[in-house]
């Protein structure tokens, strides 16, 4: 016979420090998680990153002034935010909506050439 129980994560309270984020749960166990996990509070001033809200009831935080989530499943799992891919350079969030698809670059590409050409 086999008893299966369910334990509920829900964080109670949450630090971060300048190397830590530390969330303290309900049932008194504590996780913490490498800053780096979260570049969003790795970047943010230790003023933004002392003003949290639990959210879904304790399953989770918000950082209002960073627009950062952290989940106590993610840190009890492992799952460390992803950094969105930048544009090669400028460190800045690469906006695919705006880049040109391949096809558009061939046809610039083509006409630069036909212009040299033309010029002689």
């Known amino acids: 016979m086999s008893t299966a129980v369910t334990v509920e994560s829900r964080i109670a309270r949450v630090e971060v420090t ?15 998680v490498p800053l780096a996990w979260s570049w969003r509070l790795s970047e943010a001033t230790p003023a933004q990153r002392a003003k949290w809200q639990l959210i879904g009831d304790g399953h989770g935080v918000h950082w209002p002034d960073i627009d950062e989530d952290i989940s106590a499943e993610g840190m009890l799992n492992g799952i460390p935010a992803r950094r969105p891919p930048s544009v090669a350079g400028t460190g800045s969030p690469a906006n695919t909506a705006l880049q040109p698809t391949s096809r558009a670059r061939q046809v610039v590409v083509k006409s630069k050439r036909r212009a040299r050409a033309a010029r002689g």
């Open 18 to 32: 300048a190397d830590t984020i530390t969330a303290h749960l309900v049932d008194g166990r504590v996780i913490s």
